[in-house]
């Protein structure tokens, strides 16, 4: 990130690489649409190069970069005026790419996902309050520690805390006995 403050083209390049796929993961999981993800992750990175000078050096880019990538989102769904961001369908979903046999290439040794199952997860996610679903998100699927979820989030740890617990409990209750079910089959 130092290079790149300091004009060297190549750090750009090499800081997208790295960035990039893990943070429009996230966006599709906010924005539930791959089309959206990627113009929001566009709009990331012109703001990152705008505002490179503002950057800390010596501080870690990543919650500096989703912070932009977050507020981006907030804008787009603000400017949009909807009430509720839509990320229940299932068709946006990022592909994944497959061995010859229809395993996934990156997950050789994970355990596999009952389709049903994860269904009715993301359809629970999908009915959580934008905070809460935006602490699980960041939390569970995104792996980001409390800390680094609040500081992407704008908010305190406390909250980021309280956020994620609420998030957790809706989940249980959103999803009922179902869990349980297939874990005893």
């Not at 924005?31 to 505002?51: C, E, G, M, Y």
Request: charged share 30%; glycine share 8%.
């Amino acid at each position: 990130m130092a290079r790149y403050c300091d004009g060297d083209a190549s750090a750009f390049r090499e800081l997208y690489a790295a960035v990039s796929p893990q943070l429009y993961g996230y966006l599709v999981k906010m924005a539930r649409s791959k089309a959206l993800a990627d113009d929001l992750l566009q709009q990331t990175f012109l703001k990152v190069h705008r505002a490179r000078a503002a950057y800390v050096r010596g501080a870690d880019p990543l919650p500096w970069i989703y912070a932009i990538a977050h507020r981006t989102f907030i804008d787009e769904v603000r400017k949009g005026k909807r009430a509720k961001v839509n990320i229940g369908d299932g068709d946006d979903l990022p592909e994944i790419a497959a061995d010859i046999r229809g395993d996934a290439v990156d997950a050789k040794d994970e355990p596999r996902v009952d389709p049903e199952l994860l269904a009715s997860t993301l359809d629970a996610l999908a009915g959580l309050p934008d905070q809460q679903r935006e602490a699980v998100v960041l939390t569970k699927l995104e792996g980001k520690s409390v800390s680094e979820a609040a500081e992407i989030a704008g908010t305190s740890v406390g909250a980021m805390k309280v956020r994620a617990h609420r998030g957790y409990e809706a989940l249980r209750k959103l999803l009922g006995g179902r869990a349980k079910v297939k874990e005893a089959s």
